[in-house]
């Protein structure tokens, strides 16, 4: 499993953001909230370093906490829209899929968009970037894996890191035990590199 896309993807998907030429910044993303159980204490951890997110909110999370949202939104973060379903690009007309994403945006509210899984269509991409712009990432920390530690889940974000890096986590409960142990990690090896957080704008 990579831990960063292969350069031959970033090729020929190039309309995608898959980083920023930002300089001394590193983009940090949460994926799959808001989850009570999580998601507040990504937040309150963000604070303790002065860190600016983007959370890729599932519309149906959205509808379930709408108060962790808010949340989200009022300490300054930045949110996209991670469709409402978590629906699966490949093998999903794409008018499905545009009404998936569409039905989240109304509780959202966003220009920013992150297919779930990674997963799009050609012409998926085409109707979608029509309202969105489509952010991937190029650091993928894996924390959702059972198969990978706490420290392992470190090791992929810090070992991959640069300007400019969008960097993939998740607000799940799924993800909750390599999350505890790497955020702050990550977040204190960003600091000792002089580098700053900050949710993504476009």
Partial sequence: MYFRPPKFIKRLFPELNWNFRESGTIFLTF??????????WVLDTLDKYGAKATFFCLGKNVDQHPEIFRKIKAR?????????????????????????????????????????????????????????????????????????????????????????????????????????YALPRVLEAIERAGLRCRGIEL
Wanted: proline share 5%; with cysteine.
């Fill in 31 to 40: 994926d799959d909230g808001p989850t009570p159980e999580v998601t507040q």
């Fill in 76 to 180: 300054g973060h930045a949110v996209g829209n991670h469709s409402y379903s978590h629906i699966k690009g490949w093998g999903n007309p794409a008018g499905r899929y545009i009404e998936d994403a569409d039905l989240a945006n109304g509780l959202i509210r966003t220009n920013l968009y992150r297919p779930p899984y990674g997963r799009i269509t050609r012409s998926q991409i085409r109707r979608i970037s029509e309202r969105y712009h489509i952010i991937m990432w190029d650091v993928l920390s894996r924390d959702y894996a059972r198969t990978v530690s706490p420290e392992a889940c470190v090791r992929n974000v810090t070992r991959h890191l640069h300007e400019g890096s969008i960097v993939v986590f998740h607000d799940s409960v799924k993800a909750s035990r390599n999350l505890y």
